[in-house]
């Protein structure tokens, strides 16, 4: 089908896609609290737009018809395409939908050429539409398209067909995963007796002793395969993978056809070389004699020109030159495309993308093949152990995987390159995303130093040979919250995320149930954790190993991330301020809650050997599947033995899965640290973006270097945000931190470290000397830490009430909240930052702040 603008003849998808549209496409209603909206025909709408997601896809017995499974029609036309860069803006593409992939060129002729931009698999993407103004956006996770109909038929045309192929091709991968359910899971001889219809079924014994096993033995074998089975997503994955390695192949072909193209000067299409081809083919019949008389035993014996020349010709004058004995015309071409021609760019990027691209697919299938052995081995552990009459048999899955996962090669970061296409860095999911191009600028940075990854392995098996160094040591603080966390898996993020699209993550009100009880002022603290690193830093004469613990502190600080990531953090009030000193590690640190709208936390940290201050704000985008953060503003910290001042920005943050159990938080993206002090050194660090197919290992990766004034690399250090970093530079190669080992249970206490446990503890003794605004004072946070979370809920909605009166009041008397112990200030390249006034401490001692006048916020 053909759905160039103009052509709307093809009314026949049009009706069937107008049709079906008014009967799915009802909206379902959903509040702000709803628990749950994963109905199967649910569309979540958001404003205008509407995510169309789980179509009728059943795992049991999915495209048990065959009807069910014959490829819908494709479609193909014209629609606009947006893009940030280069050229910002929407436009013209033409796409096909085949099979369920979508693919799309600059223009119907580059199809036929096979000359494709871009290519998405449509069942493994998020579909989101606005009806309004005819968009349909396409979230694969890492490959987003924003399209746009030119009209309302088309839009619907595609949305159906859409919907349709997605629903084939999922269908096909359920198919096959029952197909190797079915038949893997070998029938019992009853089940046998009766599907065959043999109702004198009495053969049992016999049958299941034919196979040498005892029927019991054999009932359990296949009861115990097939609920691993069931379980198990080995199939889903490899199926999806193999429809990756699909999708690649079919890329690859093109690619390789327009190298040829490209080699042969002429833009030859796979249609035009099979006509020469087979021309070639039919004049090799009857070979004639060349004037010396001798026939051209070999093909390779012809020059290249001569060679192009003859497939060029229509003549064909020049194919005496072949011997009958040619085994095969196009390998006899490939063969004389010498690598040494070419030499264009194009020709270099699409040698480039090939390879990338093979390194890819054989990355896929060693993948699969490593799931499908696996799987085999454990098929016949089962087996052997029941032959063995043993109850105990299967393997742990979990533990095999990880444990027979192979390091990842080099190539895998080739594939990484391949994948930063425009479309994964530029785009966005939303109109009110944000279009500072943040994300874009970090995205494009994560790509790694060239074989970093075994510079990953490498550091990764010299962190796992250091022992933990800090022992837990006792703080004579708290090493368990009161409670244990509440669950809240039932609670449905979806309406709550769509109904706050657009809005700052950080203002979204959330059910007291989704929070920890930690705010983003105490959070800011938490980065405070390793700050031993600082001493250490301010503790070294050389700047350039002082720039790496610097660096290791910035990267340190994100490693609280690996467990907490089913919680958010209560929203400060503004106003809010919380204090922590500590003693035992020498800093003391104050927080406040600045301004409301954008939210900005700022804080400020003293210790003798640094002081450490930042205001924190974020941007969020949503993504269908995930969140990314992208924090803005800059991290400082000062040295006062050097004099240095570091001066860093922080990585995007994604929440991957957002809506589902399987969430988890990724770093992406490069930090630049300047000292403004010295320009001796400065120091990059890439938090590496994991491949979407990757295995576990190639997850958290980070890499950094210490480069001088000229640019050299000094020192060099990496490993993983969650499990620590080394420095094989330094006079004595070092693991230079270590995350510290996790509190007992600390999953009952949302993950979080002993450190987190301390921040929101209230001592008797601390209580009177707080000001009131302090976060451990905010009874709905204390309600909440101590288990009473209906409770929390009622008093988070006052608390957040008396804010917006207090908001309201101001703005009738044309005021603005004026922070208390923070100022408003430039820094040296003229941003918007918040600074200490110094007041606090002061204030703290002297009067006390029970003796001041101080804001009631609750
Ligand atoms: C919807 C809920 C239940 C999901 C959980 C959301 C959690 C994981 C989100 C909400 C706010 C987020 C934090 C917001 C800001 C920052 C600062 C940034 O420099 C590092 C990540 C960090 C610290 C984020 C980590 C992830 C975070 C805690």
Redesign the pocket.
Known sequence: MDLSGSSLNRSQSLASGLEKTSHTWNKPAHSQSSSTLSSRHSRQIIKDWEVIDDLQVEMQGAGDDPQDRTAPGICEGYLLKRRKWPLKGWHKRYFVLEGGILRYSKNQQDVAKGRVQGSLDVSLAVISINKKSNRIDLDAEDILYHMKAKSHELFYIWVTKLQAHRLYKKNEAAHLHSSVLHTLSLPTAAEQAQRNGDLSATGMADSAGASGVLPSANTAVNTKVSAWLQQSHNPDICVQELNRCHLDLSELNRLIQRLQALEVGQAFTNGDLQRIISIQNLSLEKPKKPKSGKIWGHSRTLSRVEALGMLSSSHLSNSAHLGASVPCIPDYVYSQLSPSTVNSPEGKKIQQDIYAMSQRVLNSLKSVHETLSQDRQKLQAVWDANNMHQSNTLAQPEAVSRSSQGPPSVADSAAEYFDASDDILWGSSSEVSDESGLSDGSTTNSEPEEGHTSATRKYRASISRTPNSVVPKSTGRRTKLPVHCPD?SH?G?VA??YNNIGKD??RVS?PAV?NEPIN?LQ?LCEELEYSELLDTANNTSDPYQRMVYIAAFAIS??S??TF??????VNPILGETYECIREDRGFRLISEQVCHHPPISACHADSENFSFWQD?R?KNKFWGKS?E?L?TGMVNVTLPRYGDHYEWN??A?C?HN?FSQQ?Y?E?YGEVIIKNLKSNICTCKITFVKSRYWGSETNKNEVQGVVLDQSGSAIHRFGGLWHEGIFCDTLPTPKCIWKPNQQPKDYLLYYGFSSFAMELNELPSDLKPLLPPTDTRLRPDQRMLEDGRVDEADKKKDEIEEMQRERRKELGKRGEEHVPRFFKRSKDSSGRDVWLTNGTYWKLRENPGFANLENLTLW
């Open positions: 809240n609670v993020l709550i995320l993550l950080a959330m989704l983003l959070r600080g994100y609280t991330a907490r990531n089913r919680y958010k953090p924190q974020w969140l953060i924090p922080k990585v943050t929440i957002v969430r938080l770093h």
